[in-house]
């Protein structure tokens, strides 16, 4: 039987509802109450659950999981899920993130290909930002790369923090794919980091999502520091394990996670208290 990491004060740990992919939205939810996460990212995309604001507060107050987070639908497979208008996805996934009571959209940057949503990206974001109380916190992504071809996919940038946002998303199995130095981009958002999500990956042409502590990004380290500079956002558990052979063996990658992230955040303040205590 899987135990319930032990509770981090201050930081909120959520899953990712994508980290239970095949498995539905509803799943994911059932997952995280059974684990003890503090709540939940909705990822939404082709599951019409993810699309429903009332079945979504439905889930949240049968399992007393929040919805902490929404993650707009920025995928390639759901550029038809809430429009076509990329616009109007955001400003329905801001209503959703209001309606039911989540502090944060998780935004990715446009597409190369969708020129005039690019163009006016930016200032777009802060329009919207300027309109609400919720965070709309723009994700760091990566090139796309086939053997040693490379392209850039994203306007403005892949890399949010080469622009102006009021808010960012740092993820780390993105950092490793375009193998950037993932400390060093923690520095460049500074404060305006505004959520997480916590993965992992080996550098390689793939988006990875693996389970922290399996790969090769600072994934400890970053966690140490959020601990350690009152980070007042919210870490995400998003990992991919769709190659799990069983419904177990998903939730103990899942419970894993959970326990390397609340280890690594609560290890800061162990470690100022134990300082404080030898003076």
């Known amino acids: 039987m899987v135990q319930p990491a032990a509770r981090v004060p201050d930081v909120k740990v959520a899953l990712s509802t994508a980290s239970v992919y095949p498995e539905s939205t509803a799943t994911a939810f059932e997952i995280a ?11 939404v995309w082709t599951d019409p659950v993810s699309q ?19 993650h707009a639908p920025c995928l390639l497979i759901t550029q038809r899920v809430w429009s076509t208008d990329p616009w109007v996805k955001l400003q329905r996934a801001r209503y959703a993130a209001e309606r039911l009571g989540a502090s944060t959209v998780v935004v990715h940057p446009p597409f190369r290909w969708q ?8 200032s777009g ?18 090139p796309w790369r086939y053997r040693d071809r490379e392209m850039l996919a994203y ?8 622009d102006d ?33 916590i993965a992992d990956g080996t550098g390689s042409n793939k988006d990875e999502h693996l389970v ?59 470690g100022d208290a134990s300082a404080q205590g030898q003076r």
């Open 33 to 43: 109450a059974r684990l003890g996460y503090d709540g939940v990212e909705v990822m």
């Open 52 to 70: 429903d604001i009332e079945a979504l507060r439905r889930l949240s107050d049968f399992h007393g999981v929040p919805v902490l987070a929404v």
């Open 115 to 122: 020129r005039n949503y690019a163009r006016d990206f930016v």
């Open 125 to 142: 974001v802060w329009r919207m930002a300027g309109e609400t109380d919720v965070r709309f916190a723009v994700e760091n992504m990566f």
């Open 155 to 162: 306007a403005p940038d892949w890399d949010p923090t080469q």
């Open 165 to 197: 946002y009021r808010h960012f998303t740092i993820d780390l199995s993105h950092t490793a794919t375009s193998r950037t130095d993932t400390l060093a981009m923690l520095d460049r958002m500074g404060d305006r980091l505004g959520h997480v999500h």
């Open 212 to 270: 922290p502590g399996r790969g090769t990004q600072p994934c400890a380290e970053m966690l140490e520091r959020l601990g350690a500079t009152g980070f007042d956002g919210h870490v995400v558990v998003e990992v991919n394990t769709r190659r799990a052979m069983s419904a177990a063996e998903r939730e103990t990658d899942l419970a894993e996670a959970l326990a390397y992230t609340r280890l690594h955040l609560a290890s800061a303040s162990v």
